[in-house]
């Protein structure tokens, strides 16, 4: 989904209403008496709501503030649900119990593994034609890291 501005403003509102609307789904399913338990209802939410909220987000996501807060709600939205907890209770701890990341760690991580399946097409594949030929700045691999080295923008291809 795209706005006359090309961004992705319109697309992240569209999947996150989307995702609204499976929560809300999921609500008649989350009931305390007779309903799934909360094990089932997190593996749900998992499969159904989360790749519609994150749908694309290996190319939008670029830690704005205004779309993590909404998806951030979201998620305390349905993590209250699944686990039938009071609003009052702390969202990291429902988090916790759930074994939910929070939306920021998540995105990130979606955009690391889209990185290295990049890294693994061929040479001569168009996407891995555009993109460098490193990891992303803040990817670390481990005790080898070179901490001066400076990787290239992904979102910036420079002609070499």
């Known amino acids: 989904w795209f706005d006359s501005k090309l961004s992705f403003k319109t697309h992240i509102n569209t999947k996150i209403a989307a995702a609204s609307k499976v929560v809300n789904l999921l609500q008649s399913l989350a009931n305390t008496e007779s309903g799934l338990r909360p094990k089932s209802m997190i593996q749900?939410?998992?499969?159904?709501?989360?790749?519609?909220?994150?749908?694309?987000?290996?190319?939008?996501?670029?830690?704005?503030?205004?779309?993590?807060?909404?998806?951030?709600?979201?998620?305390n939205k349905a993590v209250r649900k699944i686990l039938g907890a009071f609003s009052t209770t702390p969202i990291?701890?429902?988090?916790?119990?759930?074994?939910?990341?929070?939306?920021n760690i998540r995105l990130r991580h979606q955009q690391r593994r889209y990185a290295l399946r990049i890294l693994t097409l061929d040479q001569n594949h168009p996407i891995r034609k555009r993109s460098p030929d490193t990891l992303p700045p803040d990817y670390k691999i481990g005790m080898d890291y070179d901490y001066s080295n400076r990787y290239k923008e992904w979102h910036i291809r420079s002609a070499e």
Request: glycine share 4%; hydrophobic share 40%; with cysteine.
């Open 92 to 103: 990291a701890a429902l988090e916790a119990e759930a074994t939910l990341l929070p939306p």
């Open 44 to 75: 749900l939410y998992k499969s159904c709501v989360c790749p519609i909220s994150d749908y694309g987000a290996e190319i939008w996501f670029k830690d704005q503030k205004g779309y993590l807060s909404k998806l951030q709600s979201l998620q």
